[in-house]
């Protein structure tokens, strides 16, 4: 059984579970493999964070001339932008793990070329 | 709170099942305890930092990308592994040939990955978010607690008592329904940039399932109870359908109760929340016209399950209606390779348990055994339907 604790003296209400074991899973064949998979997420996750971020900056600046962080934190994107911002997203997580979608399976040293042996 | 956060001024617009409330942005930004002011969208506040939400944002677009392209990959990486072994697509194959068959294939090993990689990031950063402000986040948890309209009770005995098979962390959640005071936070974000790919922002899914609920044949709706209410999605969008009716929602999770009654609170809905086994509600005999349970069963042992159907039966007034929603109340349980193998990632890997032996459960059975006359509803299911409705039963009379 396990416990979290809490950084506060208020009453949490919560009891002691059984912790699961995903973070031992091995997916990829390689436990580093996972771990670069899992890295490169996050890092995509940054760069999209930071690519909203410069949406809204343009935006703002647009209609505005000026920004202060609190427009940044509450500037709400119109539908149309929703919608490019979207696309924009999915375009850059299919760049990103788009080649998990194919399965190599010639090993590259296995091959000197298909023409070699002719 | 801040006063810019007490000061919006936008209102949110809740579209129940036949109902509209506008409710205030305070009131809808208090029923999730927001802590920091970005604004509204619809019913719910924004998270507290555009970074959390872009990051979300993105792990919204991962899910997608899984569920489309990746999925049509490694469907079609499955049909080429199922010719070479003379099987066709929509054969039955058990569960253990499919994982032999399929595990070390690079495309569905990717696949099974990048669902389990978006589910670790998406609760860890809730989780370190929400715990370093934990005391703000509680507090505001704290100040709903006793406030009306609705309330929320707590069971002290059940934190230290609750079964075990109720203490893991379903679906990967960090602490699972108990063991984090943020489990309804993580639950509502977690919930909708993962399995319902932003769907249940609104609670749009919840208002369409309270929208499709059969009710008595006599029409007499005046107390509800929904079990394994979560974070009382379900349980609002029905008191929004039957206004005048006492719901209540029942949960074995505290912290997930707690923040119901946080939401529903904050959308100015008298609904009851009561932390408690569904299988040991504590309520009298015959007291429910109606009686719902979504997705709860697969997170149920076969002993839960059947201690819960029991519970329903005693509870249920005669000529009452139990309507459960489950992954197999509209549809078979798995059976071809590809529906083996999502079952298998989901079981073993996404830490749903109990998902094997609610699909070996004999439900309707069960139904059956303790006085349900077992029927089907028209509207499909949540999680789709084979074309013959939703099961239901009809507590019989005496």
């Known amino acids: 059984m396990a416990k979290i604790e809490v950084k506060s003296n208020r009453k949490t209400y919560t009891s002691e579970f059984t912790p699961a074991d995903t973070d031992r899973g091995v997916f990829l064949g390689h436990p580093q493999i996972d771990s670069l998979f899992s890295a490169v997420s996050a890092l995509g996750a940054e760069v999209w964070a930071l690519r909203r971020r410069m949406h809204v900056h343009e935006s703002l600046l647009e209609k505005h001339g000026s920004i202060t962080k609190e427009m940044i934190q509450k500037y709400e994107p119109t539908e149309a932008e929703t919608k490019a911002m979207a696309d924009e997203r999915n375009e850059i997580v299919k760049n990103i793990f788009d080649g998990f979608t194919r399965r190599g399976d010639i090993v590259y040293s296995s091959s000197l070329h298909p023409m070699h042996d002719k | ?398």
């Open chain 2, 1 to 398: 709170m801040t006063d810019s956060f007490l000061n919006l001024n936008r209102r949110g617009v809740f579209l129940g099942a036949g109902a509209t409330v506008a409710i205030s942005a305070t009131k809808a930004a208090a029923a999730t305890g927001a802590i920091d002011a970005r604004g509204m969208i619809g019913i719910y506040p924004r998270l507290p930092d555009i970074d959390i939400e872009s990051r979300g944002d993105f792990l919204l677009g991962m899910n997608i990308f899984h569920g489309g392209e990746l999925a049509r990959a490694a469907q079609a990486r499955g049909r080429e592994i199922l010719k070479t072994k003379g099987i066709e697509p929509n054969d039955s194959v058990s569960f253990d040939d499919t994982v032999a068959m399929f595990g070390n294939d690079p495309v569905l090993s990717a696949w099974a990955k990048t669902r389990s990689t978006h589910q670790y990031h998406k609760y860890r950063m809730l989780q370190n978010h929400l715990h370093s402000r934990a005391d703000e986040y509680l507090a505001a948890l704290e100040a709903a607690d006793t406030k009306g309209p609705g309330a929320v009770e707590f069971d002290q005995a059940l934190i230290k008592s609750a079964p075990e098979y109720t203490r893991r962390e379903i679906h990967t959640q960090p602490g699972g329904y108990v063991g984090d005071p943020f489990a309804g936070y993580m639950y509502r974000y977690g919930t909708d940039w993962g399995v319902q790919n932003g769907r249940s922002y609104q609670d749009g899914g919840h208002k369409d399932m309270a929208g499709a609920t059969p009710i008595p044949a006599d029409g007499k709706v005046k107390r509800v109870l929904d079990l394994g209410t979560s974070i009382g999605q379900y349980a609002t969008s029905l008191k929004l359908r039957f206004p005048e009716a006492e719901v209540w929602g029942v949960d074995v999770g505290a912290p997930m109760v707690r923040y119901a009654h946080l939401k529903a609170n904050g959308m100015g809905l008298d609904v009851k929340f009561r932390h408690a086994l569904a299988e040991d509600t504590k309520f009298p005999d015959n007291h429910f016209d109606l009686v719902t349970a979504n997705i709860l069963f697969h997170e149920t042992t076969q002993v839960g399950a059947k201690g819960i159907i029991k519970e329903v039966a005693r509870v249920l007034r005669p000529g009452g209606v139990f309507y459960p929603l489950d992954f197999y109340t509209s549809r078979p349980a798995p059976r071809t390779a590809w529906e083996q193998f999502a079952a298998f990632w989901n079981h073993r890997w996404n830490i749903e348990d109990w998902m094997l032996e609610y699909a070996a459960l004999d439900f309707n059975g069960e139904l059956a055994k303790n006085g349900l006359e077992v029927t089907r509803n028209k509207g499909g299911g949540m999680y789709g339907s084979d074309g013959s409705g939703n099961v239901m039963g009809i507590k019989k009379k005496a």
